[in-house]
C-alpha cells in the first residue's frame, strides 16, 4: 500500500544550493529509506534510517525522521548537476522490506 | 547495479499474450521482489519472495504470477488478464531490515 508521500512533488534549484524534500506517512514504521532513481534506470538506496534514529548523514546528504510527527526529510547539500533525479521515500513497517513508496520527488539541478 | 540482471531491457507484445520478464541475481539475498512503476508515480508491489519455493502476493498481484525455483532466479508473468500491462518492472533484491538493490528495469509495452 503506499504510504510515503513527498513534498514538494518538483523543485528546480541552481548548482550549488541546497535541496530539502519532506516525506510524511501514516502507520508506524521499522524503517525509513530514501532512493534515488534517475531517468529510464532503477532505483539506488540512499540512506537508511531506522525508527529509532532522529538523523542520518551520509556524504552530502542528511535525513531525519520525526515517528511523533511520521515525517522525514532529506536534505542534498551543495547540490551538483548530477544530483538531477527523482528521489522516493519508502517506509518498512515490519523489517522484511515488504516497502511502502512514495510518488517520488522529481528534483532538477541547473549547472 | 551489476548484481541483478533483468532482461530485456526493452519488451513489446500484442494484447493478449503472456510474457515473462526476468530477474537474475547473484549477490546471495534470500528476498526478492518485483514492483511496477507507472509515469510520474511511485512503485507499487506485485510478489516477494523470502525463500525458494515461496512467495507472497504484494499489493497489485491481480494478472501477474511467479515462481521461486531457485535462489538466483524470480521470474514474472504478465498474464492477459492484467488489463492494463504497460510499465515498468523493477526486480529487487534484500535482507532483513537492509536496503533493496535494484535492476535496471524492464520497460514493457503491450499494444
Known amino acids: 500500500s503506499q504510504q510515503g508521500e513527498e513534498d514538494p512533488q518538483a523543485l528546480s534549484i541552481q548548482e550549488g544550493e541546497n535541496a530539502t524534500m519532506n516525506c510524511s506517512y501514516k502507520?508506524?514504521?521499522?524503517?525509513l529509506q530514501w532512493y534515488r532513481q534517475n531517468s529510464g534506470r532503477g532505483l539506488v538506496h540512499l540512506i537508511l534510517?531506522?525508527?529509532?534514529?532522529r538523523e542520518k548523514h551520509s556524504g552530502r546528504l542528511r535525513v531525519t525522521l520525526d515517528t511523533s510527527k511520521k515525517s522525514s526529510s532529506l536534505l542534498i547539500t551543495a547540490s551538483r548537476a548530477a544530483d538531477t533525479a527523482s528521489y522516493f521515500c519508502?517506509?518498512?513497517?515490519?523489517?522484511?522490506?515488504?516497502?511502502?513508496f512514495g510518488k517520488g520527488n522529481q528534483v532538477v539541478v541547473i549547472p | 547495479d551489476g548484481g541483478i540482471t533483468q532482461s530485456p531491457k526493452y519488451l513489446f507484445r500484442k494484447e493478449g499474450q503472456n510474457v515473462t520478464l526476468s530477474c537474475e541475481q547473484n549477490l546471495n539475498h534470500d528476498a526478492m521482489y518485483w514492483y511496477r512503476q507507472d509515469p510520474g508515480q511511485g512503485l507499487r508491489l506485485i510478489y516477494y519472495?523470502?525463500?525458494?519455493?515461496?512467495?507472497q502476493k504484494g499489493d497489485i498481484a491481480e494478472g501477474y504470477s511467479v515462481s521461486r525455483e531457485k535462489k538466483e532466479s524470480f521470474p514474472l508473468t504478465v498474464t492477459s488478464a492484467q488489463k492494463n500491462p504497460t510499465a515498468f518492472y523493477l526486480c529487487?533484491?534484500?535482507?532483513?531490515?537492509?536496503?533493496?538493490?535494484f535492476g535496471n528495469g524492464t520497460r514493457l509495452t503491450v499494444t
Open positions: 529487487a533484491v534484500g535482507s532483513y531490515n537492509s536496503p533493496l538493490h
Open positions: 519472495s523470502q525463500i525458494v519455493n515461496d512467495f
Open positions: 519508502a517506509t518498512d513497517a515490519g523489517g522484511n522490506n515488504r516497502l511502502a
Open positions: 502507520t508506524s514504521i521499522n524503517n
Open positions: 534510517i531506522r525508527s529509532n534514529e
